[in-house]
């Protein structure tokens, strides 16, 4: 994407710049901090793509993955699906107001201390795992069993981090792991195939599902 840059700076969490063109983003099941020119902001994960305008200024944020965020923010995931809320909406007003007013003077700065300066919350391991397995691929059914769990305790414990049950994350993540294969130059019909979509048509399903889009237009966001 054009003006959008990021680099890691933790175990699953990205710090990222953006010029502020609008744009689709597509689900990810993560969470995010932003400083959006004005204020903080926290985006939480989408279930389907979320169109953003950009509002034409520059952004920074924290993207957290593998579950980290509800940790670090102290909010749960399922609580901020598919919105966005002030910072103060989510810590006290306090503690929000001397956040933004270090992160106004340098963002990316600001922000890249705050996760080097705190340790992984409790049980951010256990995210850490499912979010691994489901991007490798790994069913549910065989995921709740190698943890020693039952599926739907598994669906209870995803909700607060990352927004939604293992079933749709895998199939968030699935539809990544295609996205990447059609841009390396695989045919789509072969993504489908190798990514255990039923047939090209069950794919090109999924892309509008979860992209609101084609699998050709995906190709060219």
């Given at each position: 994407?054009?003006?959008?840059?990021?680099?890691?700076?933790?175990?699953?969490?990205?710090?990222?710049?953006?010029?502020?063109?609008?744009?689709?983003?597509?689900?990810?099941?993560?969470?995010?901090?932003?400083?959006?020119?004005?204020?903080?902001?926290?985006?939480?994960?989408?279930?389907?793509?979320?169109?953003?305008?950009?509002?034409?200024?520059?952004?920074?944020?924290l993207r957290f993955s593998h579950g980290r965020g509800p940790g670090f923010l102290a909010v749960r995931a399922d609580h901020l699906r598919d919105t966005t809320v002030?910072?103060?909406?989510?810590?006290?007003?306090?503690?929000?107001?001397?956040?933004?007013?270090?992160?106004?003077?340098?963002?990316?700065?600001?922000?890249?201390?705050?996760?080097?300066?705190?340790?992984?919350?409790?049980?951010?391991?256990?995210?850490?795992?499912?979010?691994?397995?489901?991007?490798?691929?790994?069913?549910?059914?065989?995921?709740?069993?190698?943890?020693?769990?039952?599926?739907?305790?598994?669906?209870?414990?995803?909700?607060?981090?990352?927004?939604?049950?293992?079933?749709?994350?895998?199939?968030?993540?699935?539809?990544?792991?295609?996205?990447?294969?059609?841009?390396?130059?695989?045919?789509?019909?072969?993504?489908?195939?190798?990514?255990?979509?039923?047939?090209?048509?069950?794919?090109?399903?999924?892309?509008?599902?979860?992209?609101?889009?084609?699998?050709?237009?995906?190709?060219?966001?």
């Amino acid at each position: 994407m054009a003006g959008y840059r990021e680099r890691r700076i933790a175990p699953g969490v990205v710090l990222w710049s953006s010029d502020g063109a609008p744009g689709t983003i597509l689900p990810d099941g993560c969470l995010d901090l932003i400083w959006n020119g004005r204020g903080l902001v926290v985006a939480g994960p989408d279930a389907g793509p979320r169109v953003h305008d950009g509002g034409g200024r520059a952004h920074v944020g924290l993207r957290f993955s593998h579950g980290r965020g509800p940790g670090f923010l102290a909010v749960r995931a399922d609580h901020l699906r598919d919105t966005t809320v002030d910072l103060d909406a989510v810590w006290s007003d306090a503690a929000a107001r001397a956040l933004t007013a270090r992160v106004a003077d340098d963002p990316a700065g600001a922000l890249a201390h705050l996760v080097t300066a705190r340790p992984p919350a409790p049980g951010e391991r256990f995210g850490a795992r499912v979010f691994a397995a489901l991007a490798r691929g790994q069913d549910v059914a065989g995921l709740a069993d190698d943890l020693g769990t039952t599926s739907r305790t598994l669906h209870r414990r995803c909700l607060p981090l990352f927004g939604y049950g293992p079933q749709h994350l895998g199939r968030i993540l699935r539809l990544q792991r295609a996205l990447a294969r059609a841009r390396a130059g695989t045919p789509w019909a072969e993504v489908a195939a190798v990514e255990g979509f039923a047939d090209q048509p069950h794919l090109a399903r999924e892309v509008r599902a979860l992209a609101g889009t084609t699998p050709t237009g995906l190709l060219t966001r």
